[in-house]
């Protein structure tokens, strides 16, 4: 999902400041859709606010500095439903815990146990705070996104629990980088 995508999104539901925009990406509803950094939401919505897609208007409170507060326009709104109107990209799936899994041999078992326990305890947190989220949700749209998420999460989860112990095997099989380069 481009950032473009994501921010015409997230202002759709609602106003909000760049800020807040980037918070929803990290701890909200959205967070499970697209990693976006204050490096591109900001020139995305300066870009959108030049295509009419978006206005933001100040606002100042006593003793704070002044927020730009964001707003999607009619524009934008169609522009939104015509980019959810196609077919989407591949999603992507990376995982630093993978690539660790790849190369157990060279950091060994006992390394791998331990990351296997706390892939495991990040897995059971992450499915048991979208339960949560999955509670206090009324949009049976958003519900059975976060239905997929538990899924897909507990199918990682599940696995781990099944097939830690052959990855520890191998693991067991310590090999030095500089052995593995020869």
Same mark, same amino acid.
């Given at each position: 999902?481009?950032? &473009? @995508? ?8 609602? $106003? +909000?400041?760049g800020? %807040?925009?980037?918070? =929803?990406?990290? #701890? ?9 950094s ?28 002044? &927020? @730009? ?8 709104? $169609? +522009?939104?439903?015509? %980019?959810?109107?196609? =077919?989407?990209? #591949? ?35 992450k499915?048991?705070?979208? @339960? ?47 052995q593995?380069?020869?």
């Amino acid at each position: 999902m481009s950032t &473009r @995508k994501f921010c015409l999104a997230i202002l759709s539901s609602g $106003d +909000a400041t760049g800020y %807040e925009i980037r918070k =929803t990406a990290q #701890e909200g509803h959205f967070s499970h859709y697209i990693e976006a950094s204050y490096g591109s939401i900001y020139p995305s919505l300066a870009k959108m606010e030049q295509e009419g897609l978006v206005t933001w208007r100040e606002e100042t409170s006593p003793g704070k500095p002044s &927020r @730009k507060i964001y707003s999607i326009t009619q524009t934008g709104r $169609d +522009a939104f439903v015509e %980019e959810l109107s196609q =077919t989407p990209v #591949e999603d992507l799936f990376r995982s630093p815990f993978l690539l660790l899994a790849r190369y157990c041999k060279w950091v060994g078992a006992d390394f791998i146990s331990r990351e296997i326990d706390l892939r495991v305890e990040h897995l059971e947190f992450k499915i048991g705070a979208l @339960k949560v989220q999955l509670e206090q949700c009324c949009d049976p749209a958003t519900a059975w996104t976060m239905d997929y998420g538990v899924a897909t999460l507990s199918a990682s989860l599940n696995f781990l629990k099944m097939n830690r112990s052959k990855l520890e095997r191998v693991a067991s099989e310590r090999t030095s980088h500089i052995q593995a380069a020869e």
